[in-house]
Structure formats: structure tokens, C-alpha cells
């Protein structure tokens, strides 16, 4: 079994004795039930870890370790972006979770046209909050060094802005013109992939990322929830791009 992942603050990725505590350490004490001899990772989410061994567990929540050895992973190559159209209920949360376990970098929260969930006000900023937390617990359980980053949400309008630049976006749509599955993908740059609502994404929207440089693909012969569409399509790229070799 690999070792468990927990995030620590650079004072402990370092070589030697350290200490975890706090909601990191009652984890690993009282949930994870972590004994002497067993080894762990510390990582800071940002690509760097440190691959320790217990040494002493005391009390409910402090974990004292030795760290034998620390690494950094580079900057994945393409990058992967997700641009996901706000689900209902906790489907959102459902959709960040896998898409982290199956290795998206970037994921972007959007509020389409045909949304039924709506993010404003108070509600807007504990969604978000969620989400974030979603990515960081599923970066821990999958583990990865280098957590997804869970940008602010993006309005219609503000969707084709941040297509610009990518080295290839694309749409995911039932009625796309090509499959996303024979796609050219470039071998650097950010992979943008826009997953619409379950309403569909309308024709001004389609119009505004095709003007953006996003077309439309479509990802098989099947219509995915817009909760499971970004992680299947994700998982598609990843292996073609090499990433999963």
C-alpha cells in the first residue's frame, strides 16, 4: 500500500526530525491510526514532498517523523484545464473529486447560460471554499504532490477571455463536428476543455469560444453528465498527451 499523503508548511519538507499537528496531525493519529515504523508523505500541494517514517505518536493529533528524503515534481507538461459548468446539488463537489484523482491541473468553475445552480453573494464564496477543500482532499487521498488549483469563477462573458492563449481549447458537445479522441494535441502549453451545463451550452456561447479559438468536439457516442463528462474527457487527454505513461 503507498504511503498516505498529508500537507505540510515548508518547515517540514526538509531532511530530518519533524513534527505534524493540528487537523493534519489528529488525521493521521486518530483517523489513520499511523504507528511508529510506518511511512508517510509531507507535501505542500505545490509539486514538493518528503517521504518520512514515523518515529512517535503521542496524544490524539502529534506525529513525530523522520524525513529521508524530499523531491519536487516538475510543471506537468501539457497542462490540463477544466472549465466546468456549475452542477446541481453536490455534483460539483463530485466532479472536482474525480477530475483531481485523475489528474487535472486547473479546474474553473463556470456559470453558464442554461445553469440551475447560481453562485452569488455568501453562497458564491462557501461553494468555492468547497470546491477547493474537494481538490485538496482528493489531491491527499489520490497522492498527488501537486494539488489542483480551483480558480474563481468565471461569468458568460468572462469564458472566452480565458480560452485565449491555450494551445488548444475545445468545447465538449454532443453535436461537435469532430472527436475530441482524434483531436491534435500540442506537446506544451494548457489544454483547455470546456464541459457545459446539463441544459447544454447555448448557440451565443458556442459562437463566443469558437471566436476564442475553442470548437466543438464531441468526447463518444453517448451524452455524459456534465458531472462525469470533464473527468472522462480528462482521462482521454492524459493518456494521449502521455501524462499517464
Given amino acids: 500500500m503507498t504511503a498516505p499523503v498529508f500537507v505540510a508548511g515548508p518547515e517540514a519538507l526538509a531532511v530530518g526530525p519533524v513534527v505534524l499537528e493540528g487537523p493534519e496531525g489528529r488525521h493521521a ?24 517514517t514515523v518515529t512517535a505518536v503521542s496524544g490524539k493529533d502529534r506525529l513525530e517523523a523522520d524525513v529521508e528524503r524530499v523531491r519536487t515534481e516538475p510543471e506537468p507538461r501539457p497542462r490540463l484545464t477544466v472549465v466546468q459548468a ?116 447555448t448557440q451565443q456561447e458556442l459562437d463566443a469560444c469558437a471566436e476564442a479559438g475553442a470548437a466543438p468536439y464531441r468526447l463518444g457516442p453517448s451524452v455524459l453528465r456534465t458531472s462525469t463528462a470533464g473527468t472522462a474527457a480528462a482521462a482521454l487527454l492524459l493518456g494521449r498527451t502521455g501524462r499517464w505513461s
Fill in 86 to 201: 456549475l452542477p446541481k446539488g453536490d455534483r460539483g463537489e463530485s466532479a472536482v473529486e474525480t477530475m483531481t484523482e485523475t489528474g487535472v491541473d486547473v479546474i474553473v468553475p463556470w456559470a453558464a447560460a442554461r445553469c440551475v445552480t447560481q453562485w452569488r453573494g455568501e453562497r458564491a464564496a462557501k461553494s468555492l471554499a468547497k470546491w477547493r477543500t474537494t481538490a485538496r482532499e482528493a489531491g491527499k487521498q489520490s497522492r498527488r504532490l501537486r494539488f489542483p488549483q480551483v480558480e474563481d469563477p468565471l461569468s458568460g462573458g468572462q469564458l472566452a477571455e480565458r480560452l485565449r492563449g491555450a494551445a488548444f481549447a475545445a468545447v465538449l458537445h454532443e453535436e461537435g463536428g469532430a472527436p475530441l479522441a482524434a483531436a491534435e494535441l500540442p506537446a506544451d502549453g494548457e489544454i483547455v476543455l470546456v464541459v457545459g451545463p446539463e441544459g447544454g451550452v
Fill in 29 to 52: 493519529v486518530s483517523v489513520r491510526r499511523l504507528r511508529p515504523g510506518e511511512p508517510i508523505v509531507l507535501t505542500d500541494g505545490a509539486g514538493t514532498g518528503a517521504y518520512a
